[in-house]
């Protein structure tokens, strides 16, 4: 955190770091966040670990004009009585990593550990997550310097204040509906990619590595992009259920 408290040191995309500031956060055993190399080749999709509940996307939001399509009609798959995740405003500067893992561990609570601080969080901010998630940000970057200075992976100390052209966004499933949780949204609100396909009633929860339009959204991502070396700021992580 900056001395004005507007701007984090970014998070790299690596499932130890994401790993780590899950379990500061309260995370309990059983998930852990893995690389994902592909969505569409099945072979390298047979060795993950299942179900994954979340997948985590990196992109080069400055390059990618995709990105405009989260001001699509957040209604489009909707009706009445659908129940919307919970979506977190980002407000600081480089946090997007951190939103888009707050993002995973506030739609499953239950996830948490009974005595964790982000538990306590939800359970006395659950008529409006975002009023006071500022100061619970301030709290826990203070309380983790160090951590956010090795959450970067780079052997020098990370500058909160540094430009930085890539962007994580979440993924996950809600009231049988899949969402895109993007705390830089245009409509303040999640986006509803419609309904949940694939359903495996053996599974407590969705694999979202089957579902169609989670597929199809992340290669709209990737193939629209100014060139092709931008495909490799590409970077995927799934939250996936851990049975070491």
Known sequence: ?????????????????????????????????IDIYSIDDENLIAFLERPIIAIVL?????????TQMTTEEP??????ETTKPIW?????????????????????PDLLQPDSTLLKYCRENENDMNSKLSQFIIDFTNN???????????????????????HFITFISRDQKLWELDGRSKNETPLCLG??????????????????????????????????????????????QSFD
Do not use: W
């Open 75 to 80: 209604t489009k798959f909707l009706d009445s």
């Open 144 to 166: 983790n310097k160090q951590q956010f200075e090795h959450g970067s992976g780079s052997s020098e100390n990370p500058d909160p204040e540094a430009v930085i052209d890539l």
């Open 1 to 33: 955190m900056n001395q004005e408290n507007t701007a984090v040191i970014p998070l790299e995309s690596d499932p130890t770091v994401f790993n780590q500031f899950a379990h500061s956060l309260g995370l309990a055993p059983g998930f852990k966040f």
């Open 58 to 66: 990196l992109f080069p939001v400055q390059k990618n004009t995709t």
């Open 88 to 108: 977190l405003k980002q407000t600081f500067k480089n946090a997007c990593g951190l939103y888009a893992l707050l993002h995973i561990l506030t739609n499953y």
């Open 195 to 240: 309904d949940v396909q694939n359903i495996d009633k053996d599974l407590r929860y969705v694999d979202l590595i089957e579902q169609p339009s989670i597929k199809e959204r992340i290669l709209n991502y990737m193939n629209n992009v100014e060139n092709e070396n931008d495909k490799l700021n590409f970077s995927l992580m799934g939250f996936a």
